[in-house]
């Protein structure tokens, strides 16, 4: 639970930050900043990807869990849920807008720093990393850009962007204990083989980080799962 409490507490000090200078930061800084911590990914996914000594299985995972989530299409189901949500909490009526204007700028501002910090791919493999036993290093690198984000945020919405990290909490930390709690069942070979998927989508996550290519990492997901089941299978 040391990553997401990391994020938790980084979500909060960037939200209290940004209250205090109510501005943002110099978008050059920002970038640069972006930069690094792609770089960073990018380097966390190549020693995870190296884990494994089975690349066939590596491939056959990547590839079949590629192919499943593009077929049940997940990102675009993740993303018609956070259009969703945001819709909710942007919709009011012109009552609404005289009566509680206040509210419904606070329940935005939550909403959307709530699904920004928790719907992604980095949310759920850092959990799993930390969930595994594993120095939660993804999780302590999204830890900084949630921070930086909660900066802006705060800035424009308010002490709201605070109580976002409570979903982060809950969400986070559930995949956590879940990912403890399915460690007990796995072999070292079986968690070298999911560690090193988990690598591959590093690799493609930095690679969107520094925008380089857009790789919908969200679809590939299915392979850690496959991952396991061909591991439990063949080896």
Sequence with gaps: MIGT??????????????????????????????????LFTCV????????????????????????????????????????????????????????????????EGLITASVLFCVGSMSILGAIEDGMGQTPNLLLTKSIMDGISSVALASSFGFCIMFSSIPVLIYQ??????????????????????????????????INILKIKEINVTNMLPALPVAVILSWLFT
Excluded at 17 to 27: D, F, K, Y
């Design 44 to 107: 966390i996914g190549i020693s995870m990807s190296l884990k494994s000594g089975n690349m066939i299985l590596i491939i056959v995972s990547i590839v079949t869990g590629s192919l499943i989530g593009q077929g049940i299409n997940i990102d675009k189901y993740l993303r018609r849920f956070a259009g969703y949500l945001q819709k909710k909490g942007r919709g009011k009526s012109l009552q609404d807008v005289a009566e509680s204007d206040a509210e419904s700028r606070f329940n």
């Design 173 to 206: 930390g559930g995949l956590t204990l879940f990912a403890t709690f399915a460690m007990r069942y796995m072999s070292e070979p079986l968690i070298a083989d999911m560690t090193s998927v988990g690598g591959v989508l590093l690799i493609g996550l930095a």
């Design 5 to 38: 409490l990391a994020n938790t507490g980084a979500i909060i000090a960037g939200s209290a930050v940004g209250l205090l200078i109510h501005t943002r930061l110099p978008q050059k800084m920002i970038n640069l900043i972006f930069q690094g911590i792609g």
